[in-house]
């Protein structure tokens, strides 16, 4: 069972809350323990374009890793959670709004991206994302390379971490 702060128990006392021309049932979103169970229910209370291409990146991202942790971060008051895919730190999350889904990686800045699947926030010093909307095809085959990237990118300075806390070198 979770445990909100009062002011989010509060906020989850009504049944729906709407935001612009969709609503989410927040007593379902809000019973959710693991952070697959948040995914799982965002994807069902969605329930169109958006849900469904976020359920295809969701099969894609554990393609490219299995090993891949979904997780739900950054809890607020006026948001239940990001979905978010962690290995050897955050790989990217998957937020959802009226026109798009966006996947944002949190070191996209750092990773190359022969393909040019980056759209979004393309000024950054660390993170890149990608807005996919309504009736757009994702390119599969580049997006799991991104994934198997960030996720190596992760698992390096994981590495570098350790080493310099251990006093050894990395090559």
């Given at each position: 069972m ?67 942790v ?47 699947l ?54």
């Amino acid at each position: 069972m979770l445990t909100f702060r009062p002011e989010l128990q509060v906020m989850l006392g009504a049944a729906e809350t709407s935001f612009g021309s969709w609503s989410f049932d927040m007593k379902k979103l809000a019973a959710v323990g693991s952070g697959s169970d948040f995914i799982d229910a965002k994807i069902n209370e969605l329930g169109d374009w958006r849900g469904k291409t976020l359920a295809r990146v969701r099969e894609l991202i554990h393609e490219a890793d299995p090993e891949i942790v979904e997780e739900r971060k950054w809890v607020k008051p006026n948001s239940l959670g990001t979905p978010v895919w962690s290995h050897g730190g955050i790989v990217c999350t998957g937020e959802t709004y009226k026109n798009a889904v966006k996947l944002t990686f949190a070191k996209g800045a750092a990773l190359k991206d022969p393909s040019h699947l980056f759209n979004s926030s393309l000024e950054g010093n660390v993170r890149r994302a990608i807005d996919i909307h309504e009736s757009e095809k994702i390119n599969e085959a580049a997006l799991k390379d991104l994934i198997r990237a960030a996720v190596a990118l992760n698992l390096k300075s994981a590495t570098r971490a350790i080493a310099k806390k251990t006093n050894r070198k990395i090559r």
